[in-house]
Structure formats: C-alpha cells, structure tokens
C-alpha cells in the first residue's frame, strides 16, 4: 500500500522558517503526482493553500511557498506568525485515479 | 460565490446506511468532478472517491468499495455521499471538495455520529 509520509510535528519560532514536506514511500515525488497542501485549525474545514503543484488559492499569503526539495515536495513558512499554528496536509494523485492524503504535520509557532 | 453547501448532522446506528447531500453553486458543475473526504475525530483527513459530476463516473477508495456510493443530480447542482453498514469507526466529519485536480473549494462538513 502506498503511504504519503509527512512530519508528524514541526515547530518554528515566530518570524522564522520552516519547511513540510510530503514523501512517498515508493517514488520520489514531481508534478505527475499533482502535490497540493491544506491548512486546518481545529473544527474548520481544511482551507486549500496550494493546488496544481503550485498555483496559490485566492488570499493565501505570500510568505507561504512550495517547491520541491529532493524527491519530495516542499510546503515552505518564511516569516512565521502565530495564526500559522495548525495542521498541514498534503495529497497526491496516484496511479488509478485516486488520491492519498498525507497523515498531517501539527505546526506550533512558539 | 463559489460555494458548497451540506446537508446537517446526522446521528445512525450501526448497520444503519447514511446519505449526506452536497449542493454546489457559482460554478459549473458539469466542469468539474466532487470528491468526498472525511475526518475522524482527532485524525487526518482520508479520501474516499470521487465522482464525475458531468457523466457519473466514479472512483472509490478501495477500503470503502462495495460500502459507498456517490451520485450526482445535475438539474440541483447536488452530490450525494451513501455509506451503508455504519460503524463505530465511520463517525467522522465528512466533507464534499470541488476536485479538478486538487481539492480547490470545500464544504462546510458535516458530522455523522454512528452509535448504538
């Protein structure tokens, strides 16, 4: 079975830099696997951040950025705020026309 | 606006089936496909398939096959979300997601409860 990896946990300090990542046990990752990311605060829906690889949904600040680092893709916070506390996820299209959502990354800024 | 709107909570029994509605607006809806993704309480997010909303073609997540069934009522613009045999362990949120190819817009979710 195919697993999409993800941090379980990162923390940044405020103002600071951070990179998620989202692996595949069994490939490295590119654009055929259609990497998008989601953000989640706890009880709200997931808010799209980044789709299509990297097209950025309406409103999403600029110091959000994604990229691919290794045979991975990359969900990259430069300048950290506080508001950016919450759960990340990534998903991946694979092969037979499903989806396969990373497990989370839990973010603290402190 | 570009919108998804979803039924309300529901609360079943086990072995009890659900149907959960989805009804999108301010966008076309044949143009598009509608997954359904859903979330355990204090868990990740898990897709479970994904229908055509133009043609009814449908993708399930294999876990959920012979379980689910997802349908379209173009003339309403609604996606249907049916889980039968209910357990314990489908109480969840579950979400409805425009999909072309990400999950651009969501719908507010709603909770199922399966208790005896």
């Known amino acids: 079975q195919t697993v999409v990896t993800q941090e379980p946990s990162l923390s940044v300090s405020p103002g600071g830099t951070v990179t998620l990542t989202c692996g595949l046990t069994?490939?490295?990752?590119?654009?055929?696997?259609?990497p998008s990311w989601y953000q989640q605060t706890p009880g709200q829906a997931p808010r799209t951040l980044f789709y299509?690889?990297?097209i950025r949904s309406s409103g999403v600040p600029d110091r959000f950025s994604v990229s691919f680092l290794g045979n991975k893709a990359a969900l990259t916070i430069t300048g950290a705020q506080a508001e950016d506390e919450s759960d990340y996820f990534c998903?991946?299209?694979?092969?037979?026309?499903?989806?396969?959502f990373g497990g989370g990354t839990k973010l603290t800024v402190l | 606006q570009v919108q998804l709107v979803q039924s309300g909570d529901e609360v079943k029994k086990p072995g009890a089936s659900v149907k959960v509605a989805c009804k999108a607006s301010?966008?076309?809806?044949?143009?598009?496909?509608t997954s359904w993704v859903r979330q355990a309480p204090g868990h990740g997010l898990e897709w479970m398939g994904w229908?055509?909303?133009?043609?009814?073609?449908?993708s399930y997540a294999q876990r959920f096959q012979g379980r689910v069934t997802m349908t379209t009522d173009t003339p309403t613009r609604t996606v249907f979300l049916e889980l039968r045999s209910l357990r314990s362990d489908d109480t969840a949120v579950y979400y409805c997601?425009?999909?072309?190819?990400?999950?651009?817009?969501w719908g507010q979710g709603t909770m199922v409860t399966v208790s005896p």
């Open positions: 997601a425009r999909t072309l190819d990400a999950f651009d817009i």
């Open positions: 301010g966008y076309s809806f044949t143009s598009y496909a």
């Open positions: 229908i055509n909303n133009n043609n009814g073609d449908t």
């Open positions: 069994s490939a490295s990752i590119s654009t055929s696997y259609h």
């Open positions: 299509s690889t990297n």
């Open positions: 998903v991946l299209f694979l092969d037979g026309g499903t989806w396969v």
